[in-house]
């Protein structure tokens, strides 16, 4: 008797520890998954909405720290968040009223997520930017970001031939 209780505790006890960690796993997805929905959010806010306050309200939080040199350089030595909202919004300021994000992508774990993207300067300037951001998040705020813009030429230079659709972004050899 005393063998069987001792296995029966022994069997609950491997469930109890194997739910724990299924529990942790479910968590780190949901987190992940909502800050991912957190970063697109930001992204449609700031880039189609064009709406940096908003944007900077509800997604960003307290110290945000930008490492685009660009962006960085244009919020001037004071540092924080709201050096860094100035800064995105001359960034949109500066562009046309129909420039637009694409978003072909995202890539999250936990606490990072990375989109990937075509950044359309709008038709008269007639220029579109492959565009990878990379976020960092704490408690489901925006506290980081880098960012890699690349050049006309890469997006494609408005030069398409056999494949260039097959992967967003991608260029081909002239």
Same mark, same amino acid.
Not at 115 to 133: F, H, I, K, N
């Given at each position: 008797m005393r063998h069987q209780l001792l296995r029966?505790?022994?069997v609950c006890?491997?469930?109890?520890?194997a739910s724990g960690c299924a529990t942790t796993a479910l968590l780190e997805q949901e987190l992940t998954k909502t800050n991912t929905q957190t970063v697109l959010a930001f992204e449609e806010t700031v880039y189609n909405k064009h709406d940096v306050q908003t944007a900077f309200r509800?997604?960003? &939080?307290?110290?945000?720290i930008e490492h685009d040199a660009q962006l960085a350089g244009a919020a001037g030595k004071a540092a924080g968040t709201a050096a860094a909202e100035r800064a995105y919004r001359a960034l949109i300021g500066g562009e046309s009223a129909d420039a637009h994000r694409t978003f072909s992508r995202s890539i999250a774990q936990r606490e990072l997520v990375a989109?990937?993207?075509?950044?359309?300067? &709008?038709e008269q300037a007639g220029v579109t930017l492959p565009v990878v951001d990379i976020y960092r998040l704490r408690e489901g705020r925006i506290v980081e970001h880098w960012d890699v813009i690349g050049s006309a030429a890469q997006s494609g230079g408005g030069r398409r031939g056999p494949g260039a659709e097959a992967v967003p972004g991608a260029s081909l050899p002239p």
């Amino acid at each position: 008797m005393r063998h069987q209780l001792l296995r029966a505790f022994g069997v609950c006890s491997t469930i109890v520890a194997a739910s724990g960690c299924a529990t942790t796993a479910l968590l780190e997805q949901e987190l992940t998954k909502t800050n991912t929905q957190t970063v697109l959010a930001f992204e449609e806010t700031v880039y189609n909405k064009h709406d940096v306050q908003t944007a900077f309200r509800h997604y960003v &939080g307290e110290d945000f720290i930008e490492h685009d040199a660009q962006l960085a350089g244009a919020a001037g030595k004071a540092a924080g968040t709201a050096a860094a909202e100035r800064a995105y919004r001359a960034l949109i300021g500066g562009e046309s009223a129909d420039a637009h994000r694409t978003f072909s992508r995202s890539i999250a774990q936990r606490e990072l997520v990375a989109t990937q993207s075509l950044w359309s300067r &709008g038709e008269q300037a007639g220029v579109t930017l492959p565009v990878v951001d990379i976020y960092r998040l704490r408690e489901g705020r925006i506290v980081e970001h880098w960012d890699v813009i690349g050049s006309a030429a890469q997006s494609g230079g408005g030069r398409r031939g056999p494949g260039a659709e097959a992967v967003p972004g991608a260029s081909l050899p002239p």
